[in-house]
């Protein structure tokens, strides 16, 4: 533990394995002042910025111009440096009034995420203007992506609707159709973004917000790491980079594993960004392959992460 922590104090970047493999770590953000703090650590980019934490308090939707003035100092912090935009992701936990959403049984089965672009398309067409203004106004290009994907018609219509905008698109796996169709998704866009904490949720059909369900919305769950590999194998298989910026990318044993997945980019809070990083260079990507096999290979999350730990202290 000593020698794990004065390695992360020292550690300043770029994200690689101890063979120099590179697996980029990033940050998440969710507004101009978390990025600037984010910038103060030894993060590449930002991985994913959450834009509707920016505006949970507001009962109308923002104008163009303040949208950009707020995505504009995200892209700012990170000047010349990657960043990604994650669209409106509303709905279930984090309603936005100004989506109008209707009363839902099941939110979280409801209209979130892409899904409100159904029912109101200028949302979504007033955020990717607010985005390409801010990026022509800092001179700097970010990437875009939608959360909730789960077809590949709504990810060839937010590719579209991103390319339309000279911007770069690419859709988060948080549904398990997604990952299981993630092929067919990357024949629209650019990247693919796992979000591990939905992901987690949609899986194992359990509520991310119950602490009687922690068991069940534990990412070290095999189902879940399957599916985790079916999406970095289409990203190989495409040539197009898989990241992951749910909670799990902040744990650094399974940061190793979501390496040896081929997962190409981790995303997490600033405040794990070190520790994450300093963990994947102490470990080869050997180590990181052996270590997801390992896990894959278990029954539940317990015997996954010491079957991966076992793995990685094994030289
Ligand atoms: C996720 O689901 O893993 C994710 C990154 O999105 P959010 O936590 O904002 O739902
Ligand atoms: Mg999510």
């Not at 509707?52 to 308090?57: I, Q, S, V």
Request: aromatic letters at 4%; proline letters at 5%.
């Amino acid at each position: 533990a000593r020698e794990e922590s004065r390695r992360s104090t020292s550690w300043t970047g770029p994200g690689r394995t101890s063979d120099g493999i590179p697996v980029a770590v990033l940050a998440n953000v969710q507004d101009g002042a978390g990025a600037r703090a984010a910038r103060d650590t030894a993060a590449e980019g930002v991985g994913l910025f959450r834009t509707e934490l920016c505006f949970l308090d507001r009962d109308f939707e923002p104008s163009v111009q303040e949208q950009a003035d707020i995505y504009g100092e995200v892209l700012e912090a990170f000047a010349g440096r990657k960043v990604v935009i994650r669209t409106l992701d509303a709905g279930s936990d984090k309603p936005l009034r100004f989506a109008h959403h209707q009363d839902e049984p099941n939110p979280a089965l409801g209209v979130r995420g892409i899904r409100i672009a159904a029912r109101n398309a200028g949302i979504l067409e007033r955020q990717l203007d607010a985005i390409a203004l801010a990026a022509e106004h800092v001179g700097h290009r970010p990437l875009v992506m939608a959360p909730m994907i789960s077809t590949a018609a709504e990810a060839a219509s937010f590719g579209d609707a991103v390319r339309a905008h000279e911007l770069v698109p690419g859709v988060m796996i948080e549904v398990p159709a997604a990952a299981l169709q993630a092929d067919r998704l990357l024949r629209h866009v650019d990247f693919l973004s796992v979000g591990t904490n939905d992901l987690t949720q949609y899986t194992m059909a359990a509520d991310r917000m119950s602490s009687e369900l922690a068991s069940l919305t534990d990412p070290w769950q095999p189902a879940v790491l399957s599916l985790v590999a079916t999406a970095a194998a289409a990203g190989r298989r495409a040539g197009k980079p898989v990241g992951v910026c749910g909670e799990a990318a902040a744990d650094p044993v399974l940061a190793c594993v979501l390496a040896g997945l081929g997962i190409t980019s981790l995303s997490c809070a600033g405040a794990a960004v070190a520790r994450v990083g300093a963990k994947l260079g102490s470990v080869t990507m050997g180590a990181c392959a052996r270590a997801a096999d390992a896990a894959l290979a278990t029954d539940s999350p317990v015997a996954a992460r010491a079957a991966a730990l076992g793995a990685l202290e094994t030289p």
